[in-house]
């Protein structure tokens, strides 16, 4: 155990100072080719319902920080694409692909295609309609990530004290803030009757440039994280984010299950347990496509879809903990919209945390949480500081070998 928390010490720490703004952001700066270009970073996607329950609204957002430390408008020599599997082969079925022009008087013309076919075109910061019955948008929005990233320093800062592991410090009887309060981000979004998409569907986003012999895939996500905290290496990065969905169980389930097995067993379960765990572990995440029953509603927590308002921290917190700790008392600061393109609107610049009225602090002492339980927060819901954790104890592995 007390190698374990060293170790977890370590790699937040080193994470905190490597990139303090972004600390739990789901896919922001995940590898050496989208850091040099915010424009086809892709931070989050989401899917789920519209305010017209038979259809479903399918997107994602670019520029991590927008207007920061990105742009705030879309690459025109870049190609963003929607990919949706309508038959559970994990190869896409449909294609929307968005092609954005130069900027011009301030926003950007661009044009959507499905499967090669034109499906709509508009400008940049306008909803347009499209003959099937849906909508499509483009532009700048509210970053709708939120998190107590000071509460989370706190916590880091006893471990790094030799003080153990304190949960208390992630919502105690300070004012508990959002950083992310004021982020902006670039968002494409569709939304189209469940009948053009089937009952359940895949869903994940792509960005593609030309690197000198024709376009190319150089990000894909679909559930938050999977390249972030699983793979350790910026060659494997770029790798994940060329390769297809198709291939991630065949080529990835090694990497997820063995990361999570060597956590487990650094916790102490035996090599059969902990790879089992892995194993279980890596059948959830893999492929890396966001699942979605059209007719349920979105819940991020039952790996049905993810709705922008889902806070993703604190359903980690209350499942990896296993109810210990269910929230990092801080709320959305987005006020979102009741209609497409749903987003709350862009931030005319990041505001200053400010504690979030109306939470109550958790002030009674939390208890040190099981083995299992805190094998779930490393497994599972600390996908905010594993990449670290992860690499350091391959690292360790290698050694003993």
Known sequence: MRKLVKLLAIATATLALAAPALVGAADHLDAPTVKTNGAIDINDVYVFPGADAANTVLTF????AAGVISGTTF??????????????????????????????????????????????????????????????????????????LNGFNNFKMQLLA?????????????????????????????????GDLGGTIGVWAETRID?????????????????????HTDATKDAYNRALPSGDTADYTDDVAGTVSLIRQELGDSVATADAYGATV?????????????????????????ALADDVIDISYGVVTDGDLTSDCVASDSAFRAAFPYYAV???????????????PNTATQPVPTSTSLALLLGLGAMLVLTGVASLALAQRRTRR
Request: with cysteine; proline share 6%.
């Open 75 to 148: 690459d025109a020599a870049a190609e963003y694409r929607i990919q949706v599997d309508t038959d559970g082969d994990e190869a896409e079925d449909l294609t929307y692909l968005f092609d954005f022009a130069a900027v011009a008087g301030g926003t950007q013309a661009y044009t959507v295609t499905l499967n090669g076919a034109p499906f709509a075109a508009g400008t940049t910061g306008s909803n347009v309609a499209v003959a099937s019955g849906g909508q499509v948008f483009a532009g700048l929005v509210d970053d709708p990530f939120f998190f107590d």
């Open 282 to 306: 890596a059948g959830l995440l893999l492929p890396d496509v966001i699942g979605y029953d059209t007719s349920a509603a979105a819940n991020y927590a039952m790996l049905n879809g993810r």
């Open 211 to 231: 690197e000198g012999s024709g376009l190319v895939q150089v990000e894909r996500m679909g559930k938050p994280a999977i390249n972030t905290v699983f793979n």
């Open 61 to 64: 957002t670019v520029n991590p």
């Open 346 to 360: 862009a931030n005319a610049a990041a505001a200053t945390p400010a504690p979030t009225p109306g939470i109550v």
């Open 162 to 194: 030799g003080n153990g592991i304190d949960l208390s410090q992630i919502c105690d009887s300070d004012p508990d803030s959002n950083f992310f309060a004021g982020f902006n981000g670039s968002a494409i979004a569709l939304e189209v009757p469940d």
